[in-house]
Nanobody, 120 residues
Framework: VQVVESGGGLQQAGGSLKLSCVAS????????IAWFRQAPGKEREVIGCTSTSTGQRTSLASAKGRFTISTDNGQNTAFLQMNSLKLDDTGVYYC??????????????WGQGIQVTVAS
């Protein structure tokens, strides 16, 4: 199983970034995908999550209206579109996936994380 994030980097406050999470080795079409972030000196927090089978989504209150989670099941890819970036959005962003592995066991996997830095 692999979960790999990409698309991070440096962006100005007020700008946008789109993170991608490419996954393989499990049932992506019947999974829960969540995005987390960990700001410097803080604990990891969930931004939001989505069901790849139903499309149902939940989001952290501070992210609503600015961040959108989506998936492309055909490409086994999840996205985190981040708009109106704030300095407080700086941190390491992680993709988390929960699904059935090749042995038909439900499990959870993490990506390696990707840095997002918002500058003034």
């Amino acid at each position: 199983v692999q979960v790999v994030e990409s698309g991070g980097g440096l962006q100005q406050a007020g700008g946008s970034l789109k993170l991608s999470c490419v996954a393989s080795g499990f049932t992506f079409h019947d999974a829960a995908i969540a995005w987390f972030r960990q700001a410097p000196g803080k604990e990891r927090e969930v931004i939001g999550c989505t069901s790849t089978s139903t499309g149902q989504r939940t989001s952290l209150a501070s992210a609503k209206g600015r961040f959108t989670i989506s998936t492309d099941n055909g490409q086994n890819t999840a996205f985190l579109q981040m708009n109106s970036l704030k300095l407080d959005d700086t941190g390491v962003y992680y993709c988390n996936a929960e699904g059935l592995d090749p042995d038909i066991r439900r499990a959870t996997w993490w990506g390696q994380g990707i840095q997002v830095t918002v500058a003034s």
